[in-house]
């Protein structure tokens, strides 16, 4: 059922992308933008109808594994870039956000394999395990988004510079409104990151016995958040533009990296993703 | 048109007459409500509207000839012969339209041309000479202008250097709100940039030059802050706009400078916009993160560019106009059409017909077959004779769409009937005065 209803959400997704999309290729046609903005709030709300039912269907367990985590993290990022168009009202992100969101959430249409525990251990039903999960993936949302906003940055950037003042010169927003969009992406992605990270160094504690463990994705995340540390204090100091995209784009090719290859290394090597070897023992 | 009035152009434009002819016939604000009181005071002129812009004169009049167009040119200077060009009914029709859509502007697709045409008709209704056709015909030409902006991209890109200086500002810095825009060198096209980027919100606006009362005459004119010529490295480090037209051999901001400039700015957004010839800013410093540097001639290349462009829109836009044109005229033939004026001219001529009968049926005996034809024809010619007034008011009212006279006219002649409209139609209109046509015995 849940499956269903997501798929009608991905419909929905489709609608709003090919608006945006159709939008960004003839901006004469603002009511594109407004139908395209209409459509990912409803896509929304299905697919929140569609988490809903597979909490039903899963008791909550389909979060720990990689499919639930995408679902759900989909659902984040496109909250998220819907709060963005209303702050910002640049449309032309939309089409940027809209057509991954959907990539992203094609292969969940699909994979119905459940990848996650039957059942999950009573000493992780905790409310500190919701607040990690939830954060963690919002933060991977935002900065996904910022490393979108980034490469409209650096697109916009070379027409600039290059003289070209093509089609993308015109569509594209400001260089310093996406700058702008792009720092505070960074910065509201890496406080939501902070505290994915405590509340995770928390659960680490509880089920481990100890907050610190060097384990793979341990080590991983903690990379990632001084990478980000880093970046919002350099801008402090008049790192912005150019070098700041390339940085923002490069802490998510590492956050994805690090995604990827922790799942597939074989299990029992990393703990995270739903292995709670560690608990039953 | 029976009643023989249609629309008369005559003018002249950038593409007829030299700048030496157009300022002499050019006129604004009172001068012009005066020149189209005293157009439409003449014969033969029903309504009068002039359009004047710096590129083009052009006087249009609703009324029976263009003579009085050109005698409006010829009296004000007798150069304006030979620049003259002149146009009648659809034709000068589809140019106002054309003119008001920008087609026929010197850069097509300018947007201040329908501003100028608005106001063109605003000043021709304050001088009371634009009458319902006026009316409807240059709201008829708006509507095409606006359909042309919005279904074609005739006014997409930059048509000049200030505007696309204007449009690249804006995709660096967005607004320029809380910014300040510094003018080196005290050029004519400077200020035009500078003028145009305070308008895009610029809080402040720095003029430095070599000469400091230059600079200080500039910056009164431009509503800017004149600062000395030796400050102009910490002047660089706080303008994020930078313009630089002074007529120096040499670069003013080599690399060198610009560099040490961004270290002051801590990395900062800066644009240099370079309209001297020869260039003032070293092209090299676009090099440097951040700095953005553009010279007369990147700015020249978008505007050709956007020309170009305009030229193959202007081709959708010429089909757009075409169809209004079609639709202004067909408009305004299904409403001459109006069916009032054929009901009046049946019922009279049936009137005219019976009463010959009658008359013939008497003494027709007594008249030979020329002499029954003279009765048949002065019937006929009384009608004609007595209906002519009327039905040269009822057009011109049903061209310029006005519903009042038919309906009276319907009321007044107790025609109104099934088909006709007439809004102040009692209902016993319709029975009451039938009996009156009937012929006393």
Redesign the interface.
């Known amino acids: 059922m849940s499956l269903l209803v997501l798929r009608i959400a991905a419909l929905f997704y489709a609608g709003a992308a090919a608006a945006y999309v159709l939008y960004f290729a003839r901006p004469?046609h603002a009511a594109l933008a407004t139908v395209g903005q209409w459509l990912l709030t409803a896509a929304w709300v299905v697919h929140a109808a569609a988490i809903g039912l597979g909490c039903r269907e899963y008791g909550g367990a389909e979060f720990f594994g990689l499919r639930g985590g995408l679902v759900f993290m989909v659902w984040l990022g496109a909250g998220a870039s819907l709060v963005v168009q209303r702050l910002y009202r640049i449309p032309s992100i939309g089409a940027f956000i809209t057509p991954l969101v959907l990539v992203v959430l094609l292969p969940t249409l699909f994979l119905v394999k459940p990848d996650f525990p039957e059942v999950l251990p009573e000493e992780v039903r905790r409310p500190m395990l919701t607040v990690h999960i939830v954060t963690a993936l919002l933060g991977v949302a935002l900065f996904a988004i910022a490393s979108l906003v980034a490469v409209m940055y650096l697109l916009?950037e070379r027409?600039?510079?290059g003289?070209r003042?093509g089609a993308l010169?015109?569509r594209?927003?400001?260089?310093?409104?996406l700058d702008q969009l792009n720092q505070r992406l960074v910065r509201s992605g890496f406080v939501v990151y902070t505290v994915a990270l405590l509340t995770g160094s928390g659960m680490a504690k509880v089920v481990w016995k100890s907050a610190w463990q060097w384990d793979p994705q341990q080590v991983s995340s903690l990379v990632i958040w001084l990478l980000y540390a880093a970046m919002v204090q350099l801008r402090h100091?008049?790192?912005?533009?150019?070098?700041f995209a390339f940085l923002t784009i490069t802490g998510f090719a590492l956050v994805l990296g690090s995604m990827v290859t922790l799942n597939v290394l074989p299990a029992g090597f990393t703990r995270h993703g739903g292995d709670f070897s560690g608990v039953r023992k | 048109m029976n009643s023989g009035r249609e629309l008369h152009l005559v003018g002249l434009s950038h593409k007829s007459a030299p700048v030496a002819v157009r300022e002499k016939v050019a006129l604004g604000g009172d001068e012009l409500k005066e020149a189209l009181a005293a157009l439409a005071a003449r014969a033969g002129v029903g309504e009068a509207l002039v359009v004047s812009t710096c590129n083009r004169v052009e006087c249009y009049v609703y009324g029976e000839s263009l003579e009085e167009a050109r005698h409006f040119f010829l009296s004000r200077t007798a150069e304006a012969d030979g620049h003259l060009y002149e146009r009648s009914g659809r034709d000068a029709v589809r140019h106002l339209f054309r003119v008001a859509a920008s087609l026929d502007s010197m850069v097509v697709g300018e947007p201040q041309i329908l501003g100028q045409v608005k106001e063109a008709y605003g000043l021709a209704a304050a001088a009371q000479t634009a009458g319902t056709y006026v009316s409807r015909l240059c709201n008829r030409a708006f509507a095409t202008a606006k359909r042309v902006r919005s279904e074609t991209e005739i006014a997409r890109g930059a048509g000049s250097v200030s505007q696309v200086a204007v449009e690249l500002v804006e995709k660096i810095f967005g607004n320029l709100r809380g910014r300040a825009v510094l003018l080196v060198g005290a050029g004519k096209m400077g200020a035009l940039s500078a003028k145009a980027l305070r308008d895009l919100g610029a809080d402040r606006i720095l003029v430095t030059n070599r000469s400091p009362e230059r600079a200080r005459a500039l910056a009164a004119e431009i509503g800017g802050v004149a600062e000395p010529w030796e400050t102009l490295t910490s002047l660089l480090a706080l303008a994020d706009v930078v313009i630089v037209s002074t007529g120096a051999p040499t670069y003013v901001v080599t690399r060198d400078l610009a560099g040490q400039v961004m270290k002051a700015r801590r990395g900062r957004s800066i644009c240099f916009i370079d309209l001297a010839v020869p260039r003032n800013v070293d092209p090299a410093c676009g090099e440097i993160d951040n700095v953005y540097a553009y010279d007369i001639d990147d700015l020249q290349r978008v505007v050709t560019q956007t020309h170009a462009a305009r030229a193959e829109e202007a081709i959708r836009a010429e089909a757009i106009v075409e169809a209004e044109v079609m639709a202004f005229a067909q408009e305004r033939e299904a409403r001459a059409a109006l069916p009032v004026l054929a009901e009046l001219r049946r019922r009279a001529e049936q009137i005219a017909r019976a009463e010959a009968e009658r008359t013939l049926s008497h003494v027709g005996g007594k008249l030979d077959e020329k002499g029954r034809r003279s009765v048949e024809a002065m019937a006929q010619a009384i009608v004609n004779k007595l209906l002519h007034g009327p039905t040269a008011r009822l057009k011109e009212a049903a061209a310029s769409g006005d519903s009042d006279l038919p309906g009276a006219a319907a009321e007044l002649f107790g025609v109104g009937d099934e088909e006709t409209h007439s809004p102040r139609r009692r209902p016993d209109a319709d029975t009451g005065p039938d009996a009156h046509p009937e012929p006393r015995r």
């Open positions: 004469r916009q027409e600039v510079k003289k003042f010169f015109s594209l927003p400001s260089l310093a409104a100091t008049g790192w912005h533009g150019r070098r």
